[in-house]
């Protein structure tokens, strides 16, 4: 078992729909400990930046317009291979296929508006820190 560092992000519907406190409960009951926390408002070089891996995709600008679309709750979370644990509370990104106990299965609307982010790889997770956090 390894001690991981993940960037988790509470989208903006799911902070507009008042249930940031819902899933930081599922994530502190998961083991996971929340070592830095804060409320933010991605503005668009931010939101390009950080989703610059899928610039080339047909969701890109729908998905950065969604982002700054009203605040985020950002936290960096920490324990053993907590990159995984997180992905597994989070969920299938499209939540008609999530698990009925999963954050997206519980609480999101559409594949667009999932509620939740997570960093999926050692590297992306470093990389979504050092952008949010510095
Ligand atoms: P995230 O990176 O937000 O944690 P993820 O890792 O589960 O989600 P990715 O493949 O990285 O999924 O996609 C990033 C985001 O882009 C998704 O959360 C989703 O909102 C959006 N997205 C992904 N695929 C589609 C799609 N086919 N149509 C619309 N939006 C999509
Ligand atoms: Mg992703």
Redesign the pocket.
Known sequence: MTVEKTLSIIKPDAVADKIAGKIIDMIENADLNIVKMKKMHFDTDLAQRF?DV?KE?P?YN??VDFMVSGPVVVMELEGENAIANYRNI?GA?NPSEASPESIRGKYASS??K?C???S?ATDTAAYELGLIFG
């Open positions: 989703y899928h995709r969701f729908d998905l989070m990104t594949i667009d999932n939740v982010h997570g999926d």
